[in-house]
Nanobody, 119 residues
């Protein structure tokens, strides 16, 4: 079982920056994909940015050019650098991981961290 612990977030002014971190721990053979999703009030959870199983990156159109996902494989940690933040980026951000164990693939979610963009 994998546990995902997120950190970062909080309140930021429009145009500001923030960085989220997500560290994976627990028992697993490998982490195959890892990324960030977000859910705003009254909306469905959707992809923000993620590393795919092939090592490529996917970004939501709304964050391209402003957000950057990166990772430290040695630490099983993924980061989300968010620049030029807008009020519409306000949401709970969730870390997500697909991992392998005993020949099966599982999915894990973090507890979520609030990002509020407001003046």
């Amino acid at each position: 079982q994998v546990q995902l612990v997120e950190s970062g977030g909080g309140s930021v002014q429009p145009g500001g920056s923030s960085r989220l971190s997500c560290a994976a721990s627990g028992s697993f053979a490998s982490i195959d994909a890892m990324g960030w999703y977000r859910q705003a009030p009254g909306k469905q959870r959707g992809l923000v940015a993620a590393f795919t199983t092939g090592g490529n990156t996917n970004y939501a159109d709304s964050v391209k050019g402003r957000f950057t996902i990166s990772r430290d494989n040695a630490k099983n940690t993924v980061y989300l650098q968010m620049n030029s933040l807008k009020p519409e980026d306000t949401a709970v951000y969730y870390c997500n991981a697909f991992y392998s164990k005993s020949g099966q693939i599982f999915i894990a979610w973090g507890q979520g961290t609030q990002v509020t963009v407001s003046s």
